[in-house]
């Protein structure tokens, strides 16, 4: 019996399984494992909904069922065992996965933990500000953000309330641009003036979503002044305490609520530092996603230290995940059986679709690019086929009917 575990349940691990189940549906030899702490799928590029939705209008069981998906449905049928466990030590030499209450050996091993909040040795960053890594980190953010207001509304002197946003990607952008609706119901709801609900954004480089071509930037950057968002660029952020984000340039800015959304890194591997970790904790693999030193253990998404042809690391997005997963869903046969698939992988251009607030977006892909409510809908046809990938197409459709429903509340 071949032993396949899969560490992480996240866009590269789960498609990992569905995508190897498939692929050895016939081969009752081979057995795959799927291991999480959770017993749901997340659905991360939905949290800023949650962070920035009001608690009169969508309870949070709403909220759960709008970015969770049990793993439970989605494995119905499935060849898949799934234990939901943390992953105490991992030995590659010996090929054991060590859990709390049992221990798993293995043949092959596929490592997805996803990733965690970049701090960048910040001091006080990590202290006093709040991630959106997490369904409980959107709710805490959502709770904040409230609770600011309500107390700002019993001071005489009506001070501003002031929500700072670090990091000015694509993360960040959707989470601040929705917030804005989130203030507009605040400010209704406690009597508090608006004028003085302030969001900002602070972005260390010299444009919004850097990376990208500039067009998009320029469309996000005013998108922003539209919403009466502040971005604040080439803001290099080198301190933070309980009150005050300080600047490289020697400024300081006043806050009330602070959400960190500069950068990422992986999530760490308990493995006795046997693994070789990039400066990002990310595993160099090769082009089939084998871990340096170690052919039997494979990383995806956030785990995996790939580069594309210009040398570059490969963006750590969910759909580069999606695609690292059917890759090595083609390539782990040949190596099972001691061959050298035909061909490497190779990083896909996909489109880029940033959400900025309501019904609004910004599409780009090759050739085509919209913004407004145009993208918005190409936006939620793009959910539905990753929703279709993992519970089927007519129940993909029900869950981003529900979605809309409940976000389009505080539009």
């Known amino acids: ?63 759960e069922k709008s970015v969770t998906v049990p793993i439970a449905e989605i494995l119905t049928g499935k060849n898949i065992t799934f234990l939901q466990a943390e992953v105490k030590e991992i030995l590659p030499k010996e090929k054991k996965v060590f859990l709390a209450t049992k221990k798993l050996d293995y043949d092959y091993l596929i490592l997805a933990l996803g990733s965690q909040s970049d701090f960048f040795n910040i001091a006080g960053a990590e202290k006093y500000s709040l991630t959106l890594k997490s369904l409980p980190d959107a709710l805490r953010i959502r709770n904040q953000v409230e609770f600011e207001v309500q107390s700002h509304m019993y001071d005489v002197s009506k001070k501003t309330v002031r929500i700072v946003v670090a990091g000015g990607g694509y993360t960040g952008l959707e989470l601040a641009t ?35 071509d500039d067009r998009l930037s320029v469309d996000a950057y005013d998108r922003l002044l539209d919403l009466q968002i502040r971005p604040r660029l080439s803001a290099r952020i080198t301190e933070v305490d309980e009150h005050f984000v300080s600047l490289l340039s020697g400024e300081k800015v006043a806050y009330d609520v602070l959400v960190w959304t500069t950068g990422v890194k992986a999530c760490p591997i308990n493995s006795a530092n046997v693994f ?30 790939i580069m594309d042809s210009k040398s570059h690391p490969v963006p750590a997005t969910s759909q580069d995940a999606w695609h690292e997963a059917r890759y090595l869903a083609y390539a782990l046969p040949y190596i099972m059986q001691n061959q050298k698939p035909p061909r490497a992988y190779e990083p896909k251009k996909h489109g880029f679709i940033v959400a900025l607030g309501g019904k609004w977006a910004i599409m780009s892909y090759n050739n085509i690019y919209l913004k407004g409510f145009i993208a918005y809908v190409v936006d939620q046809f793009a959910h539905i086929r990753y929703y279709a990938s993992i519970v089927g197409y007519w129940k993909a459709v029900r869950y981003i009917l529900f979605q809309v429903k409940v976000y389009s509340r505080n539009d």
Not at 17 to 35: D, M, Q, Y
């Open 178 to 212: 929705e917030l804005k609706g989130l203030l507009d119901i605040l400010a209704l709801k406690y009597q508090y003036p608006r004028e003085k609900m302030e969001i900002e954004v602070i972005e260390a480089n010299n444009k919004v979503i850097a990376g990208f």
């Open 1 to 63: 019996m071949t032993k396949i575990v899969i560490v992480g349940a996240g866009f590269g691990g789960l498609q990992a399984a569905l995508h190897l189940e498939k692929r050895f549906s016939l081969n009752k030899n081979v057995e795959i494992t799927l291991i999480d702490k959770r017993d749901y799928h997340l659905f991360t590029s939905n949290l800023y909904e949650v962070a920035s939705s009001e608690e009169e209008l969508t309870s949070i069981s709403q909220m």
């Open 276 to 305: 070789t970790l990039d400066a990002k904790g990310r595993l160099p693999v090769n082009g089939f996603f084998q871990v340096q030193n170690f052919n039997e253990v494979f990383a995806l998404g956030d785990n995996a230290g």
